[in-house]
């Protein structure tokens, strides 16, 4: 019998979805009271009292278990497919990937969305994606900076615990988030009544959803990469509860998207290139996790003129800087066009909450903290508080700089997009590993670059011929 790899890692995505969702509806106490007067004008009372579990809630209940079913289903379609079947075997199993990923996705980011209405903007979402985001737009409307107010008179003020409300007096992401979010907000205020920030991230997870098909081609490595995205264990509660790194890979896959290689044996037209580094650009203009990507990103634009040399004869260096430019001059304008205006309104303002918090410098910087090496600076007692500031800048230099050699060294020789994905997300490991926070959530984020690093097909088209003869010019010249 065919073993399909794609049903293994689905069953154990969906399971593990659930139990990680199971488990953090302990932490929203106030669901058993709210999911009933939520749906009560429509649930009958009776069935809500019989559904009701000390775990989770109905409407939860009701997600999960049509989820397994169209698991069930999954399961049987596979075991009972034949190789003349295939093409509407895989139409079904994209199909029933989708549908889990709605309900488990969508309906309960829904559900948590809705109950926000009824208990208030300080429940069921996260503190700087959602709740501050959501400041940040209105900011932005009413003409105020977002670098220089302050959130202490906004629901901001009252979420977590005291002794780490540093980010009242500061906002650490870039202005594309806020931006690109203005527009929803009045549409969504306009029609609902009210709005949410994940409105925003559930619209581009589903663009990126509907990316992964067409990035992907081999139909196994498509149902892999679409359900480790769609069901990423860590990464879903990204969205669930409102934290921005959905919003960059977005705006990262469409750029991949842009820029892939078509499977028709030619180039990428040049009009793609710039498009592709336009909305990169945006990326990087929304997080600086994106900006890790930059040197992988650069090199992959010169794929087909590099050759597999790690520095080009000097001959080549004009050339190599007219096709770059000529491909990517889109991504510095577009950064400058987003984060500039911002930049020179108040550039201390800008640098103190972007930059300074984050390494915990000056009187509210963020504090250690998440899952990396930096609890070793606890543990050893290097500091005296949580809140004092470290130089991991340091340690994260002398490893991530050669470390960044290393990996373009080694793109060079296989510079394709799967290379450039693998290594954006090892330098970015590493270098969060050693810094002051390695958060639960880049590591989901990564988890989604490593799927589309693993089952992106590199076919060979004109592209890798054109640069394989390149090569063997170079090597001429040398």
């Given at each position: 019998m065919k073993k399909s790899r794609d049903v293994l890692i689905l069953f154990l995505l969906v399971i593990a979805r659930v139990r990680i969702d199971t488990l953090a509806d302990g932490a929203?106490?106030?669901?058993?009271?709210?999911?009933?007067?939520?749906?009560?004008?429509?649930?009958?009372?009776?069935?809500?009292?019989?559904?009701?579990?000390?775990?989770?809630?109905?409407?939860?209940?009701?997600?999960?278990?049509?989820s397994f079913g169209l698991l069930g289903l999954y399961l049987i379609i596979d075991i009972l497919s034949r190789d003349r079947w295939a093409k509407w075997v895989h139409y079904g199993k994209l199909g029933l990937i989708f549908g889990i990923i709605g309900l488990l996705v969508f309906g309960k980011t829904l559900l948590l969305v809705n109950l926000r209405q009824l208990r208030g903007p300080l429940s069921y979402a996260h503190d700087g994606g959602v709740i501050q985001t959501e400041v940040t737009v209105r900011y932005f409307l009413d003409g105020l900076n977002p670098y220089v107010e302050d959130y202490v008179d906004t629901p901001m003020a009252e979420w977590g615990y005291e002794e780490y409300r540093t980010a009242l007096y500061h906002y650490p992401y870039l202005p594309?988030?806020?931006?690109?979010?203005?527009?929803?907000?009045?549409?969504?205020?306009?029609?609902?009544?009210?709005?949410?920030?994940?409105?925003?991230?559930?619209?581009?997870?589903?663009?990126?959803?509907?990316?992964?098909?067409l990035l992907?081609?081999?139909?196994?490595?498509?149902?892999?990469?679409?359900?480790?995205?769609?069901?990423?264990?860590?990464?879903?509660?990204?969205?669930?509860?409102?934290?921005?790194d959905p919003f960059v890979f977005a705006w990262i896959m469409l750029a991949l998207w842009l820029i892939h290689p078509p499977p028709e044996?030619?180039?990428?037209?040049?009009?793609?290139?710039?498009?592709?580094?336009?909305?990169?650009?945006?990326?990087?203009?929304?997080k600086p996790t994106a900006w890790f990507l930059a040197p992988f990103w650069l090199l992959y634009m010169l794929r087909d003129v590099w050759g597999d040399r790690f520095i080009p004869p000097p001959s080549r260096w004009r050339q190599l800087g007219t096709v770059l430019w000529?491909?990517?001059?889109?991504?510095?304008?577009?950064?400058?066009?987003?984060?500039?205006?911002?930049?020179?309104?108040?550039?201390?303002a800008m640098y103190d909450d972007v930059w300074r918090w984050s390494s915990g410098q000056g009187e509210s910087g963020?504090?250690?903290?998440?899952?990396?090496?930096?609890?070793?600076?606890?543990?050893?007692?290097?500091?005296?508080?949580?809140?004092d500031y470290w130089p991991f800048?340091?340690?994260?230099?002398?490893?991530?700089?050669?470390?960044?050699?290393?990996?373009l060294w080694r793109q060079t020789h296989e510079n394709t997009m799967a290379m450039m994905l693998y290594g954006y997300v090892v330098l970015l490991f590493v270098f969060f590993y050693v810094s002051r926070f390695m958060q639960p959530n880049y590591l989901g984020y990564m988890v989604s670059f490593l799927a589309l690093a693993f089952t992106l097909d590199e076919e060979r088209n004109k592209n890798d011929v054109e640069r394989e003869g390149s090569s063997a010019r170079f090597r001429t010249a040398g």
């Amino acid at each position: 019998m065919k073993k399909s790899r794609d049903v293994l890692i689905l069953f154990l995505l969906v399971i593990a979805r659930v139990r990680i969702d199971t488990l953090a509806d302990g932490a929203l106490p106030f669901r058993h009271e709210d999911v009933p007067q939520l749906v009560g004008g429509w649930w009958p009372a009776w069935s809500l009292q019989l559904l009701s579990h000390p775990e989770t809630d109905p409407v939860s209940m009701m997600l999960i278990v049509t989820s397994f079913g169209l698991l069930g289903l999954y399961l049987i379609i596979d075991i009972l497919s034949r190789d003349r079947w295939a093409k509407w075997v895989h139409y079904g199993k994209l199909g029933l990937i989708f549908g889990i990923i709605g309900l488990l996705v969508f309906g309960k980011t829904l559900l948590l969305v809705n109950l926000r209405q009824l208990r208030g903007p300080l429940s069921y979402a996260h503190d700087g994606g959602v709740i501050q985001t959501e400041v940040t737009v209105r900011y932005f409307l009413d003409g105020l900076n977002p670098y220089v107010e302050d959130y202490v008179d906004t629901p901001m003020a009252e979420w977590g615990y005291e002794e780490y409300r540093t980010a009242l007096y500061h906002y650490p992401y870039l202005p594309w988030t806020f931006v690109f979010s203005a527009p929803i907000y009045l549409i969504s205020q306009g029609w609902l009544g009210w709005f949410d920030e994940r409105l925003v991230y559930l619209l581009l997870f589903a663009l990126t959803l509907l990316l992964v098909p067409l990035l992907i081609r081999g139909p196994e490595s498509r149902l892999i990469a679409l359900a480790v995205i769609g069901l990423n264990p860590i990464g879903i509660i990204s969205i669930i509860f409102g934290e921005n790194d959905p919003f960059v890979f977005a705006w990262i896959m469409l750029a991949l998207w842009l820029i892939h290689p078509p499977p028709e044996k030619r180039p990428v037209p040049k009009q793609r290139w710039l498009w592709g580094s336009a909305v990169y650009g945006l990326a990087c203009a929304s997080k600086p996790t994106a900006w890790f990507l930059a040197p992988f990103w650069l090199l992959y634009m010169l794929r087909d003129v590099w050759g597999d040399r790690f520095i080009p004869p000097p001959s080549r260096w004009r050339q190599l800087g007219t096709v770059l430019w000529q491909r990517a001059w889109s991504l510095p304008l577009v950064v400058l066009l987003v984060i500039g205006p911002w930049l020179v309104w108040s550039p201390a303002a800008m640098y103190d909450d972007v930059w300074r918090w984050s390494s915990g410098q000056g009187e509210s910087g963020y504090q250690i903290w998440g899952w990396g090496a930096s609890n070793y600076v606890l543990a050893l007692g290097w500091v005296s508080d949580r809140f004092d500031y470290w130089p991991f800048i340091i340690p994260g230099a002398i490893i991530a700089l050669p470390l960044l050699v290393l990996l373009l060294w080694r793109q060079t020789h296989e510079n394709t997009m799967a290379m450039m994905l693998y290594g954006y997300v090892v330098l970015l490991f590493v270098f969060f590993y050693v810094s002051r926070f390695m958060q639960p959530n880049y590591l989901g984020y990564m988890v989604s670059f490593l799927a589309l690093a693993f089952t992106l097909d590199e076919e060979r088209n004109k592209n890798d011929v054109e640069r394989e003869g390149s090569s063997a010019r170079f090597r001429t010249a040398g």
